[in-house]
C-alpha cells in the first residue's frame, strides 16, 4: 500500500471530529501520486458522502468542464478538499473541523508535492491566504516555498451565481500557462527565479 492510500484508509477511519457520525463516507480525495496539479475544495456534499469520491455531484461536473476547457482531465490531478467529511446540511465547516483535518492536507500536500495548488472557494483558500477576500485575490497566482498558489471561486459559486461563471471560466483559463511556469520554478535554481518569473 502506497503512503497516499495508508493515508486514506486513515482518514477513512477517522474519529478525530464530531462529523465522523453523520458521514455515510469519508472522501479522502484522489488523483495520481505525482500530480501536478492539486485542486482543493471545502467539503464533500451529498453526492461525494454517498459515493466517497471528491466533486462528483453539480459541482464536480462543473469541474470536469472546466477541466475540459484547458485540455485536461480530472484523472491528472488531485482532487482533495479541506475537511473529509460532509457537514450536516452542507454547511460551512467550523474552525475546529478544519483544524482536526489540517494534518490529513497537510500530509496529502507533502506525499503529492503538486506544483501548482489550485484553491477553490475561501475555505481553502484561507490556508494560503488567510486575511485575503476570495474577489480581491482570485486568479492571482502566488509562489509559497516553492509551490504556486491559485485561488479560485468555489465551482459551486458560480452555479448560484451566474455573474460569477464567466470569472472562473477565465481564472480556469489561466492554468496551463501557471503551470509552465511553476515548471519553470521547479528546474530553476533559488536565485534566477526572481529574475526569470513575470507571473508571481
Ligand atoms: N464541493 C466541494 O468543495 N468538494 C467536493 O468534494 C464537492 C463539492
Redesign the pocket.
Known sequence: MSELEALAAEINRCTRCPLHRGRTRA?PGEGPPNAQVMFI?????F??DQQG?????A??KFLDELLASIGMKREEVF?A??IKCRPPGNRDPLPEEIEACRPFLDRQLELVRPRLVVT??RF?MARAFPKARISDVHGQPRKIGGVVYYPMY???AALHQPSLRRIVEEDMRRIPELLRQAAQIAESPPPMEAEQLSLF
Open positions: 472522501v475544495g471545502e467539503a464533500p456534499g453526492h461525494e469520491r471528491p466533486f462528483v455531484g459541482a464536480g482532487i478538499n479541506v477553490l472557494g481553502s468555489h465551482p459551486a
